[in-house]
């Protein structure tokens, strides 16, 4: 049901847009989202505040009052954040703005309750995007993105309605990345790398980092890790930076409608030259940085504290990041990052005399081939690097995992993980380090999933490599290199009985395709046509 409700919101709001970038409308739509939802939040808080506050068993009960008693009283914020919901104040809440939707001033109406909300809610200052009153929209069509908006109920249920809103952020950030195309990979992860990342890391406790956090994404699939293997979020510390001004305010907001406690520093940044978060170390660090950027060097970076294992080409910052991660973390914290393929072997102004270093340092644990068409902005082949300061299971050996044919298309154009196939990859890796409960899924069929708990290579798959063989490739990291060519099961037929299967095959073929060009010739022939 919900998912009709999603693609429905999509193809209408896409549909509004007109001929606005979707580059411009995302901020406009999601931010119409957010404030629909704490508006909904709000009222639900009131509404059942009204019951408590008349119901004389409760401990609420408001004694003797008059109509005009109970409205003053559900005025008081202490109710609402107490529970963590947002105060709206009157000019603000959702009802007001969905009443004006037809009036000529409703982008300044809705920038004004964005100016207001913020006032009243320090945890969202700085982080609403006050763009309406100058959107390029054609007229009428802001009122009708909130006429479709008020249709998204969240219930009365606060962690329902979260959920909710939770979904349709996640769908209409992935639709929208789609639709930006290059442009909108900049902001948006694909979930099921995201889930890769999260999965092998186990971040179940303590201090998470991103240091190119985009709109969030790693840190709200964290949070449902943690969820979902019976932790709570408010064990783990989220800190993260962007660059990007509303795409740092997208993160915000979506971290501040799951109630998740953040620190995206002080205002957006460059993460090479003002680090939010210098002197954090981080349990675990979870990242997919711009690929191959070229423009990110600064003189003031010379000699820096972070290039341990050599200066980083001013070319290309891939190793710059990292280095940068490493920097970040606790000596038993772990880090996951995408990078794009050309990362692992290239030997070009020093990155293959950064990474062997980095091999021999013995902090590369973990090496990743993805397949091909999983990103929403780029053709470039990815890997996934898994860091670590202090090994503590495999010292001086490397996993590699070739996982280019494990993807499953899900469009013409896009593939992704199944969460089989990530349950496979986490459990291969938590097998190998040995880890409590390691997977059944490093095993060849279903049949005996279950009964494999020790590590073992599969040729074609995934193997534990040793560095001094990794040093005899010239410190190249591509798994292909390592992991061998896939078993196959033997097949008894000759040469000649296949030979023989595959011409009568074809004699087939041709003979159908011949009908087929005769059957045309004659219908075009009935039209006049000649041949």
């Known amino acids: ?74 005025e008081d914020r202490d109710y609402y954040t107490e529970v963590n919901a947002f105060w709206v104040p009157e000019s603000a809440r959702w009802e007001a703005l969905r009443s004006a939707a037809k009036q000529v001033d409703i982008g300044k109406q809705i920038d004004d309750a964005l100016t207001v909300i913020e006032a009243e809610n320090p945890k969202l200052k700085g982080i609403l995007d006050k763009r309406y009153a100058r959107a390029q929209l054609p007229d009428g069509k802001l009122g009708e993105l909130v006429d479709l908006v008020s249709t998204i109920g969240f219930g009365d249920n606060p962690s329902t309605a979260r959920d909710v809103l939770g979904q349709v952020y996640e769908y209409f950030l992935g639709m929208f990345a789609s639709a930006e195309g290059k442009r909108g990979g900049q902001f948006y992860t694909p979930a099921s790398i995201v889930k890769t990342l999260v999965a092998i890391l186990s971040p179940h406790s303590g201090q998470v980092y991103d ?53 995206l520093g ?16 981080a349990d675990f660090i979870l990242a997919n940085p711009p690929f191959n950027i070229s423009d990110w ?16 080409p001013q070319g290309n910052a891939n190793y710059a990041w990292l280095q940068h991660m490493l920097h970040h973390l606790k000596p038993t914290g772990r880090a996951g990052i995408v990078l794009a393929n050309g990362s692992m072997s290239s030997s070009q102004n020093s990155e293959g005399q950064i990474r062997a270093a980095m091999v021999e340092a013995d902090v590369v644990e973990v090496m990743v081939a993805l397949p091909g068409q999983l990103f929403f902005n780029t053709q ?7 860091l670590v300061k202090q090994k503590t299971q495999r010292k001086g050996e490397v996993l590699f995992i ?130």
């Open 1 to 74: 049901m919900l998912d009709d409700i999603k693609k429905t919101l999509w193809a209408t709001a896409d549909k509004l847009r007109a001929n606005m970038d979707a580059a411009e409308y995302k901020h406009l739509v999601l931010g119409l989202i957010f404030v629909k939802y704490i508006s909904d939040t709000f009222a639900a808080r009131r509404a059942e505040l009204t019951t408590r506050l008349t119901n004389p068993a409760d401990d609420y009960f408001f004694a003797n009052a008059t109509p005009a008693d109970l409205a003053q009283e559900l």
């Open 402 to 531: 070739d996982a280019r044919k494990q993807a499953t298309m899900i469009s013409r154009v896009q593939s992704e993980f199944t969460d089989a196939v990530i349950e496979r990859i986490a459990a291969t890796v938590a097998a190998w380090r040995g880890e409590p409960d390691a997977g059944h899924a490093n095993s060849r069929s279903e049949n005996d999933s279950c009964s494999r708990t020790v590590y073992e290579d599969i040729p074609g798959f995934c193997r534990s490599v040793p560095l001094a063989e990794i040093a005899q490739h010239g410190h190249v990291l591509t798994p292909g290199r390592y992991v061998g060519a896939e078993e196959v099961e033997d097949n008894d037929e000759d040469f000649a009985t296949k030979m023989q299967q595959l011409t009568e095959k074809l004699g087939e073929q041709m003979a159908k395709g011949a009908e087929l060009d005769q059957l045309i010739r004659q219908k075009l022939g009935g039209l006049g046509y000649e041949f």
């Open 297 to 312: 060097w600064h003189g003031s970076l010379t000699g820096d504290a972070r290039w341990v294992y050599g200066d980083p």
């Open 380 to 386: 470039i082949p990815a890997c996934l690097w898994f």
């Open 266 to 281: 002080r205002e957006p940044g460059d993460t090479f030259t003002r680090n939010q978060h210098p002197d954090l170390r």
């Open 211 to 263: 240091p190119c956090c985009g709109s969030g994404g790693m840190f709200v699939q964290s949070e449902k890790f943690i969820e979902a293997h019976g932790g709570k979020i408010g064990d783990v510390s989220i800190y993260g930076q962007e660059a990007n001004p509303t795409t740092w305010r997208l993160a915000a907001m979506n971290l501040a409608i799951r109630g998740i406690d953040f620190n």
